[in-house]
T-cell receptor, first 116, second 113 residues
Framework: EAQVTQNPRYLITVTGKKLTVTCSQN?????MSWYRQDPGLGLRQIYYSMNVEVTDKGDVPEGYKVSRKEKRNFPLILESPSPNQTSLYFCASSPNRLAGGYNEQFFGPGTRLTVL | GDSVTQMEGPVTLSEEAFLTINCTYT??????LFWYVQYPGEGLQLLLKATKADDKGSNKGFEATYRKETTSFHLEKGSVQVSDSAVYFCALTEAPWDYKLSFGAGTTVTVRA
């Protein structure tokens, strides 16, 4: 089944304890992205990657890191989590766009993170 | 930059009622417009899209028309079901070939039997 998977689905941690949220897609997509969802703010992009070893900042990158060593994986790293990073996180992927066309973004099920 | 404003919820309806969720946008270029749906406990799914003025996107009984003159993309469904209970997000990309999605705040819809 074509899908985007995230782990863990739920995580409660404490301030300053490094954590990684994994994201993996089995659709051979080039583009991958991380979003955070907060009440009243919709989804905001944290980082994105156009392909292996190519990553760039989104709208809210502070406090996050990413890497793209393999096409299928795009982990999100919080080196020193803080309570304001408590949120619902989504990973998404999309194939390379054909000229003049739009390719749908496929979202993972989400990771609910609580930082105490 | 580009932005999306959608009506605040929550919206509660009875089954078979008519649903409208308003969405307006601000964009400097020629954006593509989308509605995504998030069912409880799941990720977002693309519901419908429109890439140019006067295009109508439709799926699962939902429709939305790209209105450039009013910068709007309102979502409608004529007869909702309990299974339509979800959070609906209006979103745009700056151009049809763009990847980055800018989302509205989301509207929670609850349909009662």
């Amino acid at each position: 089944e074509a899908q985007v998977t995230q782990n863990p689905r739920y995580l409660i941690t404490v301030t300053g304890k490094k954590l990684t949220v994994t994201c993996s897609q089995n659709m051979n997509h080039e583009y991958m992205s991380w979003y955070r969802q907060d009440p009243g703010l919709g989804l905001r992009q944290i980082y994105y990657s156009m392909n292996v070893e190519v990553t760039d900042k989104g709208d809210v990158p502070e406090g996050y890191k990413v890497s793209r060593k393999e096409k299928r994986n795009f982990p999100l790293i919080l080196e020193s989590p803080s309570p304001n990073q408590t949120s619902l996180y989504f990973c998404a992927s999309s194939p390379n766009r054909l000229a003049g066309g739009y390719n749908e973004q496929f979202f993972g099920p989400g990771t609910r993170l609580t930082v105490l | 930059g580009d932005s999306v404003t959608q009506m605040e919820g929550p919206v509660t309806l009875s089954e078979e009622a008519f649903l409208t969720i308003n969405c307006t946008y601000t964009a400097t270029g020629y954006p593509s417009l989308f509605w995504y749906v998030q069912y409880p406990g799941e990720g977002l799914q693309l519901l419908l899209k429109a890439t140019k003025a006067d295009d109508k996107g439709s799926n699962k009984g939902f429709e939305a028309t790209y209105r450039k003159e009013t910068t709007s993309f309102h979502l409608e469904k004529g007869s909702v079901q309990v299974s339509d209970s979800a959070v609906y997000f209006c979103a745009l990309t700056e151009a049809p070939w763009d990847y980055k999605l800018s989302f509205g705040a989301g509207t929670t819809v609850t349909v009662r039997a």
